[in-house]
């Protein structure tokens, strides 16, 4: 598949745009548009980013109930691919420094509720597997972050396949932690808009893919970097967010209107 090929794949992908004001309450939409504009980029390059690290948040408590009958762990594994300059690692950056100072700072709370320290939350010093960073574990919800996917693969292309759990336990989950369960694992990987069509076109006999979520983030407008001042910093809400969820079991549920713009 040449390079225009490639690029049509890419362009097809970015025509279909999520509506993240009908996904999100007017509040929190507003609030996540904002954090956007301050990082110079598309809302599209942050909701993903976003989405896994909030879910780390959670912790395993938590449940999504998709219909009646299925409920889910809020751990999530996606890959959001974007034109070069549109800040994809500027995202990831922030992201990642948002989540480890979250951590950190509950770490220095449950040090001091516990004299034994909190041994389940800290991240291993481990060498990670190439581009990996182990971000956070937050009560055994660990967080992956992936700066470009495709550098990964291009070091697993002897391995009968990189979308296969066995495979991403090797490559991205042995080095940190115990391999013997894929429970509390959140992954967000970035990669180039040229690298998508031969990402997702790599062997899936686990049907792992199935389980990812792909976005093709639209290309950004000019865009003014500026934080409104009544603007929550992203580590405040990721702490409110972990405070949440802290003790008590919680289950979400889709609303109607976030079922037909995903269907769509």
Known sequence: ????ERM????LAQSYKISWDLVLPSAVYEVVLAHAQSLGCDLDVLMLPL???????MGQNTKIRVTESWSEPANLLAIV???????????LSHVKKCSQNTQAEHQIQETKDDENGSPDTELKETPFFYDVTETCNV?????FVIDNLEVVLKHVTTL??????????????SPCCDT????????????????????INYPDPGRLLDRVLVLCARDAETLRISLKPSTSPMQTILQRVYDMHNKDEITY???????QEFER
Do not use: H
């Not at 009560?139 to 967080?143: A, I, M, Q």
């Open 1 to 4: 598949m040449n390079m225009d």
């Open 8 to 11: 049509e794949i890419f362009k």
């Open 51 to 57: 989405f896994v690290s909030v879910a780390s948040f």
């Open 81 to 91: 691919a974007a034109r070069r300059g549109e800040r994809k690692s500027t995202v």
């Open 139 to 143: 009560r055994g919800s660990r967080l």
């Open 160 to 173: 009968s396949s990189f979308w296969n759990m066995s495979t991403l336990q090797k490559t991205v989950i």
């Open 180 to 199: 013997s369960s894929a429970g509390g694992i959140n992954v967000i990987a970035a990669a180039q808009g040229l690298d998508i069509s031969e990402i």
């Open 253 to 259: 549920a889709f609303s109607d209107d976030v079922f």
